[in-house]
């Protein structure tokens, strides 16, 4: 089972490990966010809220890069075909220096995100960020162990009480990214409730 602080880890070093150029047309990931998309202020709750339409992410896992379509990526403006980058995650590096990073991982840990602000209530988060959010009506919390928005912005949404996903975008740090992040995560949440069909 890949921690969270482990995960945190790998963002961070993805994160500092290239420089953003300004050259080229940027991508347009920041699109229109969905309407059922909402961010509610840190510390808001000490308790993370219960899903209340729980997915499975069993298909996921095996084949990460299958979270966003074609006409997802599309509309997103991810303009390369995913790698697989650590089990259960994939990743979509694009841009004319390949500047932009997206980043799908599938995490199974007891609690789900309840795991996430249990962390913040521990202080895990006290160098970084954690700020609860709601995404397509799922639970959701922007959180770091480091904070490197705008560049760099961090996700995780609950499916279920024993698993989340986490999404990383980072590009163009003039862009909103957290944005970015939430179009990204509601987009997987289409993916995933289609696959269930």
């Known amino acids: 089972m890949r921690s969270l602080a ?4 790998f963002a961070v070093v993805i994160a500092g490990a290239a420089a953003c150029s300004d050259e080229g047309d940027d991508p347009i990931l920041p699109t229109t ?10 510390g808001s709750s000490n308790s993370a809220p219960a899903v209340s339409e729980p997915l499975d992410e069993g ?18 403006g991810v303009e390369q075909q995913g790698r697989q980058a650590v ?9 004319p220096n390949s500047e932009w990073i997206v980043q799908v991982t599938y995490i199974r840990v007891a609690g ?4 996430d ?30 904070d490197f928005r705008p560049a760099t912005c961090d996700l995780n949404v609950g499916l279920n009480s024993e698993a989340i996903f986490h999404v990383t975008v980072r590009g163009d740090a003039t862009k909103d990214n957290c944005k ?7 987009r997987v949440i289409d993916t995933i ?5």
């Not at 298909?59 to 997103?76: A, R, V």
């Not at 089990?87 to 841009?95: K, M, T």
């Open 180 to 186: 970015a992040a939430t179009n990204v995560a509601a």
């Open 33 to 42: 966010a969905p309407a059922s998309t909402s961010t509610s202020s840190a």
């Open 193 to 197: 409730k289609a696959g269930r069909q």
């Open 87 to 95: 089990e259960g995650g994939c990743s979509w590096e694009f841009g």
């Open 6 to 9: 482990t995960l945190s880890t």
């Open 59 to 76: 298909k996921f896992l095996g084949d990460p890069c299958s979270s966003l379509t074609s006409s997802q990526k599309s509309d997103l």
């Open 112 to 115: 789900g995100l309840a795991n």
């Open 117 to 146: 602000y249990d962390k913040n209530a521990t202080g895990a988060y006290k160098d970084g960020y954690f700020e609860p959010a709601t995404v397509a009506g799922y639970p959701a919390a922007f959180s770091s162990l480091a």
